[in-house]
Nanobody
Framework: QVQFVESGGGLVQPGGSLRLSCAAS????????MGWYRQVPGKQRGLVAF???????HYAESVKGRFTTSRDNAKKMVSLQMNSLKPEDTAVYYC????????WGQGTLVTVSS
């Protein structure tokens, strides 16, 4: 059974940084493309960062140049470095495969506020 456990969220001021981590289990991680998704109340969950098995990345326009995702296949972990955070980045962040599986974790809340 595939499971994802996200961590690293918190409260940060605008312009600040956070690093999110995700531990995966029960999947063929090294061959999976992975994604970071975020959701705010009342809106659909959306993909913000993508990394394929070869390490190639793609980002939503809203985070391009500010967010960087990476992966460690040996540890079955994926990370999201978030810099120059804005209030509109406030959301619950999730990791999953891309395209996603029906196996969402609890997510980690990021709040950007002064």
């Amino acid at each position: 059974q595939v499971q994802f456990v996200e961590s690293g969220g918190g409260l940060v001021q605008p312009g600040g940084s956070l690093r999110l981590s995700c531990a995966a289990s029960g999947s063929n991680f090294s061959s999976d493309s992975m994604g970071w998704y975020r959701q705010v109340p009342g809106k659909q969950r959306g993909l913000v960062a993508f990394i394929n098995s070869g390490g190639n990345t793609h980002y939503a326009e809203s985070v391009k140049g500010r967010f960087t995702t990476s992966r460690d296949n040996a540890k079955k972990m994926v990370s999201l470095q978030m810099n120059s955070l804005k209030p509109e980045d406030t959301a619950v962040y999730y990791c999953n495969t891309a395209p996603f599986k029906d196996a969402w974790g609890q997510g980690t809340l990021v709040t950007v506020s002064s």
